[in-house]
T-cell receptor, first 114, second 113 residues
Framework: NAGVTQTPKFRILKIGQSMTLQCAQD?????MYWYRQDPGMGLKLIYY???????DKGEVPNGYNVSRSTTEDFPLRLELAAPSQTSVYFC?????????????FGQGTRLTVV | DAKTTQPNSMESNEEEPVHLPCNHS???????IHWYRQLPSQGPEYVIH???SNVNNRMASLAIAEDRKSSTLILHRATLRDAAVYYC??????????????FGEGTQLTVNP
C-alpha cells in the first residue's frame, strides 16, 4: 500500500494563479482531510469529507474548494492564489469509526505564492 | 469541538522517561483521546489513542485521568528520534459533523543527548 500520496511536493505560484493539489489514498478510507500548516504553527483544518460526494468546511475554508467524486481522491483547488496561502498542505485519511480510528497523513505539499 | 491545552515546549534527556500532559476539561462522553506526533519536515503520525482506560503500545503509554479531563502521554525512554511536536486531539464524533480531526498547537519536545 502506498498510503496517502500527495502531489506535487513543491510548487511556486504567482499571485492570482490557480492550481489543484492532489491527494490519493489506497486504503479504502471513508474520511479524508485537508490541512494547512504555517511555519511554527499547528495544523488548521481546511475541508474534510466523510465519503464520496460529501464535503464540509473546516476552520479555514476561504480561498479553497474541494470535491470528492471517488473514495480514493480528494483534490484541493486554490483559485486566485494569494501570498497568505503560502503554507505546507497536508492531506489525511481515516477509516469510518466512532472516533477510534487513526488517521494517516501524506508527506505534504509546500506551496509558495509570490 | 472540544479543546485541548498543552504546554508549548518540554525538554528531556536521552534515555529518561517523558511525561507529556494534556488538559481537556470539556471532553464529552464519546470523545476518544488521540495523540499524534510530527517529526521535522514530515506529516503527523499516529501515536496512541484511548477512551477511559490506560493504553500501551510499542511507541508509548497513555494515562487517562479518572474524570477524563486530562491525560498524559508517556515515552518510557526518550531517544533523539523522539524529538517532535506532540499533539493531543479529541476525536469528535457528531451525527451532523462526521468525524472532524482538529489539531491544537501541540508540545515541542526537545531531547538532549
Amino acid at each position: 500500500n502506498a498510503g496517502v500520496t500527495q502531489t506535487p511536493k513543491f510548487r511556486i505560484l504567482k499571485i492570482g494563479q490557480s492550481m489543484t493539489l492532489q491527494c490519493a489514498q489506497d486504503m479504502n478510507h471513508n474520511y479524508m482531510y485537508w490541512y494547512r500548516q504555517d511555519p511554527g504553527m499547528g495544523l488548521k483544518l481546511i475541508y474534510y469529507s466523510v465519503g464520496a460526494g460529501i464535503t464540509d468546511k473546516g476552520e479555514v475554508p476561504n480561498g479553497y474548494n474541494v470535491s470528492r467524486s471517488t473514495t480514493e481522491d480528494f483534490p484541493l483547488r486554490l483559485e486566485l492564489a494569494a501570498p497568505s496561502q503560502t503554507s505546507v498542505y497536508f492531506c489525511a485519511s481515516s477509516l469510518l469509526g466512532r472516533g477510534n480510528t487513526e488517521a494517516f497523513f501524506g508527506q505534504g505539499t509546500r506551496l509558495t505564492v509570490v | 469541538d472540544a479543546k485541548t491545552t498543552q504546554p508549548n515546549s518540554m525538554e528531556s534527556n536521552e534515555e529518561e522517561p517523558v511525561h507529556l500532559p494534556c488538559n481537556h476539561s470539556t471532553i464529552s462522553g464519546t470523545d476518544y483521546i488521540h495523540w499524534y506526533r510530527q517529526l521535522p519536515s514530515q506529516g503527523p503520525e499516529y501515536v496512541i489513542h484511548g477512551l477511559t482506560s490506560n493504553v500501551n503500545n510499542r511507541m508509548a503509554s497513555l494515562a487517562i485521568a479518572e474524570d477524563r479531563k486530562s491525560s498524559t502521554l508517556i515515552l518510557h525512554r526518550a531517544t533523539l528520534r523522539d524529538a517532535a511536536v506532540y499533539y493531543c486531539i479529541l476525536r469528535d464524533w457528531g451525527e451532523t459533523s462526521g468525524s472532524r480531526l482538529t489539531f491544537g498547537e501541540g508540545t515541542q519536545l526537545t531531547v538532549n543527548p
